[in-house]
């Protein structure tokens, strides 16, 4: 059999997978968008309405407030998780006593599913039970009520988040880490170059694309969180961690608004879609532009 | 799919299908910006329509 024919029948499943699972649903979510459609509403129909719930997106200001602090936690979150991530796989690439205990629990978090996550957070979070109010209270005197304040719900999403993914950054950056050639190393150190020198010429260019590709899963990730930050906070106080997956969820099932969710969920994925494609154009694909 | 060597406009190499991509990103874009800030003024959004079919023609052929 002919090598292409056969290459193509041995995807056929996996393509046939994808289009069922990915590209079918896709397009049903684009067709509900432009219905007004409330199944359990006076009227159960589909109701084709143009752009209607588009134009209702871009006036939604709870939309547009939800956008913003989702940014804020994408922005804190990934970049503590890539910092954090590559510190520790650097740890971890050092001998000390208990390493491969270390650096076994260290990836508990990530087997956990993150509505356990969310909710053992709020255990840990909530004022008089907690153990992390209590704590801080008898150590720093500091006060911790997620429920009245939103900066400090805010940035409790955002440590949760790093707890939970971290560990995923970390596998990435050993696996990386692991595999570069020791040549460049001892070469440069053969030159006298320091340490950060080292760092910043060869290590970061040698593990780029191990970054860059942990950093696309994870900010895709991080856009669509929802079930952790609904057990932990619901979304409050206020519109403080209303994240867009959080007012989705709001606006979707409680609402069983399913035209107007569909329009918000098209609008994330597109601006998912060009956050990352930008940052591809950006940092990866080739400015060549002239050579041709 | 491989880039193509031709010179175009946009200042990254691409395809047919990366500029009906771009052509897509930037309709919804700018539908998106014409029915927030253009439509209450009055303007239809099948103004917007029909620019956004010809910028894609002109990215396509031409980017």
Same mark, same amino acid.
């Given at each position: 059999m002919h090598s292409k024919t056969l290459g193509w029948i041995l995807l056929a499943p996996t393509l046939l997978i994808l289009f069922l699972f990915g590209v079918v649903p896709f397009i049903y979510v684009v067709f509900v968008s432009f219905h007004q459609w409330n199944?359990?509403?006076?009227?159960p129909n589909m109701v084709f309405n143009w752009a209607n719930n588009y134009r209702r997106v871009v006036f939604d200001a709870q939309f547009i407030t939800s956008l913003q602090v989702t940014a804020a936690f994408v922005f804190f979150a990934v970049t503590s998780q890539l910092i954090l991530g590559y510190a520790l796989a650097q740890a971890f690439m050092r001998d000390f006593p208990g390493k491969s205990f270390f650096r076994t629990i260290h @990836? +508990?978090? +990530?087997?956990?599913?993150p509505i356990i996550v969310g909710s053992v957070w709020k255990l840990m979070t @909530?004022?008089?039970?907690?153990?992390i109010p209590n704590l801080l209270s008898n150590w720093f005197g500091y006060d911790l009520n997620i429920g009245q304040s939103a900066t400090q719900a805010f940035i409790t999403t955002v440590v949760m988040d790093i707890w939970h993914w971290t560990p995923l950054v970390t596998l990435t950056m050993i696996a990386a880490l692991v595999s570069l050639p020791p040549d460049p190393f001892e070469q440069a150190q053969i030159d006298g170059a320091n340490r950060r020198q080292i760092f910043w010429h060869i290590t970061l260019p040698m593990i780029r694309p191990a970054i860059l590709a942990t950093l696309f899963i994870r900010l895709m990730d991080a856009m669509r969180t929802v079930d952790e930050v609904l057990m932990l906070t619901g979304g409050g106080p206020g519109s403080a961690t209303r994240y867009v997956g959080v007012h989705i969820f709001k606006e979707v099932f409680p609402r069983t608004n399913y035209g107007y969710g569909s329009a918000i969920s098209v609008v994330v994925l597109y601006l998912t879609i060009v956050v990352c494609w930008l940052m591809y154009v950006g940092l990866i694909a080739p400015r060549n532009k002239g050579k041709g | 799919m491989k880039p193509e060597r031709r010179p175009g406009f946009l200042p990254i190499q691409t395809n047919w299908f990366d500029r009906l991509f771009i052509s897509v990103v930037l309709w919804v874009a700018l539908s998106l910006f014409w029915l927030r800030f253009l439509e209450p003024l009055g303007l239809s959004i099948w103004i917007c329509v029909a620019i956004s079919l010809i910028l894609a023609a002109v990215i396509i052929r031409r980017g």
């Open positions: 199944p359990f509403g006076a009227n @990836t +508990l978090p +990530l087997i956990m599913a @909530t004022p008089s039970i907690g153990i | -």
